[in-house]
């Protein structure tokens, strides 16, 4: 069992994982089987689970108002939205956090909780791979933790798109990896 490893599970949440969501795509219905066993497969071998959910309040601005016309609606803080996938597993031992920025760093304790408990590993996966799960595994990175992605455990609105965010965060910041080999890295204590 590990216990220097994370999973950082970002945004899912009913706006992206629903068919009535208002930011679903179709890879995500494909890829969560996929990120509920890896959840549920990484758990059992020791790894800490962080579910960052994003979610506003109303009071969020920017001085650019065309960057606000073309960023995704962030779900509203108590809206079926913001909700949690009726699907996850969410146990006590695991951390449901919320977060206001496209990182779940940003602005929040989440770099300070992880080192309090001695993590070492972050793995992030979740839905928007080319925005809240490379901004979250990118900033693992700069805030000096060994940054992983799952590479399979990943969705955003084509799997060209998500793809291409992999190849970039493997070649600049995070090294995007399977989850079988993920598992085998963590079974030969590598990870």
Known sequence: MTNKTALIVVDLQNQYTDPKGSLYYPMT?????RILEGISSLR???VYIV?????ADGTEFSLDTEVLKRRDPVPMRDSWEAGADARLEIKETDR?????ASSAFFGTDLARHLRERGIVNVITCGVKTQYDVRATATDAMWYHFNAFVASDMVACDTKERSERHLEELTKYTAKALSLDEILARIEAGSL
């Open 29 to 33: 219905g494909e890829t969560m089987p």
């Open 44 to 46: 059992d071998k020791g």
């Open 51 to 55: 579910y960052a959910m994003a979610e």
């Open 96 to 100: 449901l956090m919320t977060h206001y």
